[in-house]
């Protein structure tokens, strides 16, 4: 069964918390994305990585690091957490960077930042 | 993004209507996807095209990337249409897989 799945599914956290957002697929797909949906904006992609420990910057990663040392894991870390990283944030893979090949996306985890 | 302008915002369509949803770009694209995202918040994707048009079912997709736009066809709606619908680019100028979300046109499919 194709799947990528988030943990945790709901969050709430207080300012300066770390938080780890923890994203698997079980496709053996090379490339990984982070993105956070807000309302109005879209999608915007957090960061990238196409293997193990390779991983790359997108639009908005700012206040984000991430972690990928198994190639069916990626996570997403928010070292002290800001009131403005409350969002939506999905999880996607595909099969290769390459730009044919279709997203899959997780659940989502909405993470709420107090 | 403002790389891709997508159109209407919103769209209520009475079942076994049709209506098309449109994505403009403003650079060079090099592929582009469309998703839906269902009231549960996840997101599925419909088709990727790199140019043509594709089909499936109810639903038709185009890609001219001469005329920098995209468009999807929703046929015969059902209320299962209801959603927000993304299209997502990989503009020419972009390494590997980056895709640039529109901000989504929300559909609502009434009985």
């Known amino acids: 069964d194709m799947k990528v799945t988030q943990m945790p599914r709901y969050l709430i956290k207080r300012m300066g918390e770390n938080v780890l957002l923890e994203c698997g697929q079980d496709?053996?797909?090379?490339?990984m994305y982070w993105y956070r949906q807000d309302p109005g904006l879209g999608l915007q992609l957090i960061y990238i990585?196409?293997?193990?420990?390779?991983?790359s910057e997108g639009d908005i990663p700012k206040g984000y690091r991430v972690s990928r040392k198994k190639r069916e894991h990626f996570s997403l870390i928010l070292d002290s957490a800001k009131t403005n990283q409350t969002s939506v944030y999905f999880c996607?893979?595909?099969?290769?960077?390459?730009?044919?090949?279709?997203?899959?996306f997780g659940a989502g985890t909405r993470l709420s930042v107090l | 993004g403002d790389q891709v302008e997508q159109s209407p915002s919103a769209l209520s369509l009475h079942e076994g209507t049709s209506s098309a949803l449109r994505c403009n770009f403003t650079?060079?694209?090099?592929?582009v996807q469309w998703f839906r995202q269902n009231s549960r918040g996840s997101l599925i994707n419909l088709f990727y095209?790199?140019?043509g048009t594709k089909e499936n079912g109810r639903l038709k997709s185009a890609f001219d990337s001469k005329e920098l736009y995209s468009t999807l066809h929703i046929r015969d709606a059902q209320l299962e249409d209801s959603g927000t619908y993304f299209c997502?680019?990989?503009?020419?100028?972009?390494?590997?897989?980056?895709?640039?979300f529109g901000i989504g046109t929300r559909v609502l499919v009434r009985p």
């Open positions: 996607a893979s595909s099969l290769s960077p390459n730009s044919q090949n279709t997203l899959y």
């Open positions: 496709m053996s797909h090379e490339t």
């Open positions: 990585s196409y293997d193990v420990d390779s991983n």
């Open positions: 650079t060079t694209t090099r592929s």
């Open positions: 095209l790199a140019s």
């Open positions: 997502a680019a990989v503009p020419g100028n972009s390494a590997g897989n980056k895709l640039t």
